[in-house]
């Protein structure tokens, strides 16, 4: 199993800023600060409406019938909101 | 993420992108070419999500499926025994029909850094509302030119998260796929 996160700041315009990333070991608990939501060092200017979902993922196997491989995952995933100011 | 041949619009553009259709007929070909990404995902609340893409893993084309190919999801019941119950018990036909789904197909669009994604791509899709979330969630790849076994899909154990003062908890927006 593994955690990953995803993270968006979304300015009420077309333009949205997002990434993704794996987070090193899952260990039943996890403590992120505010600069850790956006690992390139993004920090959003003025306010900003926050999406970060971070997601367990269980991986399995796809069966040798497929030739080309692949992977199936089982996901459990959970998204917290709020909007940054300055 | 595996993108064959996306299209990036400029969002100031995007009433000028085209879609270009990239995918392939899924019976033309052989089970032993394919690559297949599948997913089940659960939000935390009742519902799960069931996601599948096939391609050909000679150039990573999305495969539509055609001629009589099928993906069907089910939740908690392998092949074998969806046949079993459908054929057997008084009743068993309400049991398939809460916990069997048809994939249907839709086409993968989705926020990117600054861009839009818009593709063609067919991916396939089924919700299970009231899933039984101890049970694993199996795909079963129908085909008339081969045989092939489910895929078994299990969800990792549940968490929450603990939000931090003045943040809002929220299980129906996803940021990105």
């Given at each position: 199993m593994r955690l990953e996160i995803a993270s968006l700041c979304d300015l009420d315009s077309p333009v949205r800023y997002s990434e993704r990333r794996v987070l090193s070991g899952d260990t039943g608990s996890l403590q992120l600060s505010a600069s850790e939501l956006?690992?390139?060092?993004y920090t959003p200017s003025g306010s900003c409406n926050v999406a970060v979902a971070l997601k367990r993922v269980r991986y399995g196997a796809v069966p040798?019938?497929?030739?080309g491989s692949g992977w199936a995952v089982g996901v459990e995933r959970r998204v917290v909101t709020f909007v940054s100011t300055d | 993420m595996r993108h064959p041949l996306l299209l990036l619009c400029a969002v100031a553009l995007l009433p000028a992108c085209t879609e270009v259709t990239t995918a392939r007929n899924?019976?033309?070909?052989?089970t032993e070419h394919i690559y297949a990404e599948l997913s089940a995902t659960h939000g935390g609340e009742g519902s799960v999500v069931v996601d599948a893409e096939l391609h050909?893993?000679?150039?990573d084309a999305f495969l539509r499926l055609t001629g009589g190919d099928e993906l069907i999801a089910s939740n908690g019941l392998a092949s074998d025994e969806i046949a079993s119950v459908d054929g057997g018990l008084f009743g068993g036909a309400a049991e398939v029909s809460n916990s069997v789904l048809t994939m249907t197909e839709r086409h993968r669009t989705a926020w990117d850094t600054l861009f839009i994604e818009v593709t063609s791509d067919p991916t396939y899709h089924a919700a299970f509302?009231?899933?039984?979330?101890?049970r694993p969630f199996y795909v079963s790849f129908l085909r008339a030119i081969d045989s092939v076994p489910d895929i078994e899909l299990k969800l990792p154990s549940s968490f929450e998260i603990t939000s931090p003062s003045g943040a809002r908890p929220s299980h129906g927006r996803t940021p990105s796929r």
């Amino acid at each position: 199993m593994r955690l990953e996160i995803a993270s968006l700041c979304d300015l009420d315009s077309p333009v949205r800023y997002s990434e993704r990333r794996v987070l090193s070991g899952d260990t039943g608990s996890l403590q992120l600060s505010a600069s850790e939501l956006f690992d390139s060092g993004y920090t959003p200017s003025g306010s900003c409406n926050v999406a970060v979902a971070l997601k367990r993922v269980r991986y399995g196997a796809v069966p040798a019938a497929f030739g080309g491989s692949g992977w199936a995952v089982g996901v459990e995933r959970r998204v917290v909101t709020f909007v940054s100011t300055d | 993420m595996r993108h064959p041949l996306l299209l990036l619009c400029a969002v100031a553009l995007l009433p000028a992108c085209t879609e270009v259709t990239t995918a392939r007929n899924s019976n033309e070909v052989g089970t032993e070419h394919i690559y297949a990404e599948l997913s089940a995902t659960h939000g935390g609340e009742g519902s799960v999500v069931v996601d599948a893409e096939l391609h050909d893993s000679a150039d990573d084309a999305f495969l539509r499926l055609t001629g009589g190919d099928e993906l069907i999801a089910s939740n908690g019941l392998a092949s074998d025994e969806i046949a079993s119950v459908d054929g057997g018990l008084f009743g068993g036909a309400a049991e398939v029909s809460n916990s069997v789904l048809t994939m249907t197909e839709r086409h993968r669009t989705a926020w990117d850094t600054l861009f839009i994604e818009v593709t063609s791509d067919p991916t396939y899709h089924a919700a299970f509302n009231d899933a039984d979330l101890n049970r694993p969630f199996y795909v079963s790849f129908l085909r008339a030119i081969d045989s092939v076994p489910d895929i078994e899909l299990k969800l990792p154990s549940s968490f929450e998260i603990t939000s931090p003062s003045g943040a809002r908890p929220s299980h129906g927006r996803t940021p990105s796929r």
